[in-house]
């Protein structure tokens, strides 16, 4: 959000100055709480070391200890625990029937009002209603999607019209780089499949 409001002030016309009381919120030593702890839970967590977070964590399952400790992250058994006490709530959760609008009035409202909501995952797990009241009324201070519900949003969302989010356009893995790296691997699963070996990333039903 500061980014965003940054860049429109220094490209607008109308820029005579800079404020010097135009401040942003500090991420080293800020506490992240991430919700979902898989592959890349887990690398958003060794990513947010690098600047010396405070790393706390909901999973379904806990990861080992020397896992823990490699990033120095913390368990919250209880995600209303990781949601009083962060400064940064990220989501990378898969959407299933359990995760769908994980995060509600109730779970904004135990937020921080100084916290900021990171969505990377799918748009169905944020009730977007609730977002929106709690955006407006400064239940919580700002949020980051990169993904909502629908893609794209209606022109006239009420969300596009809050000036303390910032929306990407489901762009996290939208790289030359990442898309080869999928459709190699995805190449990869279905040759294992017609030569009758084993499938590299199998996706096994619950």
């Not at 209606?154 to 019209?161: G, I, S």
């Not at 995805?186 to 499949?193: D, F, G, K, P, R």
Request: net charge neutral.
């Amino acid at each position: 959000v500061y980014l965003h409001s940054g860049c429109q002030i220094a490209v607008s016309p109308d820029t005579k100055y800079f404020a010097v009381d135009w401040l942003g919120v500090e991420v080293t030593r800020a506490t992240l709480g991430i919700i979902g702890m898989g592959s890349i839970g887990y690398k958003v967590a060794q990513r947010a070391r690098a600047f010396d977070m405070r790393i706390l964590y909901h999973n379904r399952n806990r990861r080992r200890k020397e896992e823990e400790e490699a990033v120095g992250a913390r368990y919250c058994e209880k995600m209303e625990d990781l949601l009083q006490q962060s400064d940064f709530v990220m989501l990378v959760v898969n959407l299933t029937p359990e995760t769908r609008k994980l995060i509600g009035k109730k779970e904004l409202g135990l937020m921080k009002p100084t916290a900021t909501l990171i969505n990377i995952s799918r748009g169905a797990v944020i009730d977007q209603d609730a977002l929106v009241e709690a955006l407006q009324n400064k239940v919580i201070r700002a949020a980051a999607l990169d993904v909502t519900y629908p893609e794209p949003l209606p022109r006239d969302h009420p969300l596009l019209k809050l000036n303390n989010i910032i929306i990407t356009p489901h762009v996290g893995t939208a790289t030359v780089q990442a898309i080869r790296m999928m459709a190699e691997e995805a190449i990869a699963n279905m040759l294992a499949v017609l030569n009758g070996q084993p499938i590299p990333s199998e996706v096994f039903p619950k």
